[in-house]
């Protein structure tokens, strides 16, 4: 590397941060929060694509800096982040790039191939899955490292695309503990859905997006016949807007479900707590999920929990030790495990242990674990090298 390099400078290439939250902004905004406590010194510039400004007050006390992206026209946005990432690195000479998302690993490849600056790459979920572009399968190969947060997102690269597994090393998501307790079903809420205590409820937290089908929650409406045949105080809630709405309406009228399911669309942050504490199951029998941030905030809440057995899922629930996989193909399936769960006979009794799911979420996936896994695994070798 060139010796203009700073000894203690990050560069980080991120997607957006703040005026939108899905879930890689989540998890971008933890892994910076972490680095800047477990790194004090560390001078880190976030180069930001799709943001148009940032809260300055929240990174005061800290050595970091941002140049944002988003004031300009859209069809300028990815030809001016590239040209200003780059740039930026040429002239700051950084001891690590870390790419954000692998849209940008294609720059930091040729940067790599023509400074030596070294670059690790986030993948996520589908991002990462039969990925076609020759650029991006050069760029995941010429990675330093690559920073996966599942065990299946890391499988599927090693199969589809070759990669050393001793180069993928996992970060898996995490979670603020802190807003997701046990308590009883809120009273406001029963009321506010037409609901009792009688009720059984379902729930799915997400987007419902028409792009984002791979949720579920159109198979759990399918399976409801079936579940409702044995537990007719079946209730299912969805949270979460988007526009797959109008084909879940249509879909819930076809089978006659109108009183059996409620879209209950946007919920602020303030009542996420309640809705998971709500509901007797939380259900999403997804087949494209990166891994899933709202299977780990019900089970801090202590609750049953279901998901899908092929895609990150599968490591939220820590291979069904601390929930439900089921086949999200086989709506027959996700009827009879939704059955057995509610009936109280699925065979592994931790799902009834609210304290137990609560514990066990928190040590695997708390933040403090995601700031040790960070420090001690990931970044630490590579930005204290002499």
Request: aromatic share 10%; net charge neutral; hydrophobic share 40%.
């Amino acid at each position: 590397m060139s010796q203009s390099s700073e000894p203690n400078s990050l560069h980080l290439w991120f997607p957006n941060l703040f005026e939108f939250k899905g879930g890689i902004q989540v998890y971008l905004g933890d892994l910076l929060q972490a680095l800047t406590k477990a790194f004090p010194t560390l001078s880190i510039t976030v180069h930001d694509k799709l943001d148009c400004s940032y809260p300055a007050q929240d990174w005061q006390q800290h050595s970091v800096s941002f140049v944002t992206y988003g004031h300009q026209f859209n069809w300028l946005k990815t030809l001016h982040f590239a040209l200003g990432i780059a740039i930026s690195a040429l002239k700051q000479r950084p001891k690590l790039v870390l790419c954000g998302h692998l849209n940008f690993a294609p720059v930091a490849y040729w940067l790599n191939h023509f400074t030596g600056i070294p670059y690790w790459i986030l993948v996520y979920g589908v991002d990462a899955w039969e990925v076609e572009s020759l650029m991006k399968k050069k760029a995941l190969q010429g990675a330093a490292k690559i920073i996966s947060i599942s065990n299946y997102t890391r499988d599927r690269l090693i199969s589809e695309q070759g990669i050393n597994p001793e180069k993928i090393v996992l970060l898996p998501v995490t979670f603020d503990a802190s807003r997701f307790r046990i308590s009883p079903k809120p009273s406001y809420l029963l009321q506010r859905y037409g609901l009792s205590s009688q009720n059984l409820i379902i729930l799915m937290v997400g987007r419902l997006d028409s792009n984002e089908r791979h949720k579920g929650y159109d198979k759990v409406i399918q399976a409801l016949p079936e579940i409702i045949a044995k537990l007719p105080t079946v209730h299912y809630l969805i949270v979460g807007k988007g526009d797959d709405k109008e084909r879940i309406e249509q879909l819930v009228q076809s089978l006659d479900l109108q009183s059996y399911v409620t879209l209950a669309g946007f919920v602020p942050d303030a009542e996420l707590c309640d809705h998971y504490n709500l509901c007797d199951l939380f259900a999403m029998p997804s087949k494209g999920e990166g891994f899933g941030i709202v299977y780990l905030e019900a089970l801090a809440c202590g609750k049953p929990t279901l998901g899908g057995n092929c895609d990150g899922a599968v490591d939220a629930l820590c291979d069904g030790e601390i929930g439900a996989l089921v086949d999200p193909y086989d709506v027959k399936a996700i009827a009879e495990t939704v059955t057995q769960i509610l009936e109280g006979t699925y065979p592994n009794s931790t799902v009834y242990q609210p304290e137990l799911l609560r514990k066990k979420v928190i040590s695997t996936y708390g933040y403090k674990k995601f700031q040790e896994t960070l420090s001690k695994h990931l970044i630490f070798t590579t930005l204290n090298k002499s």
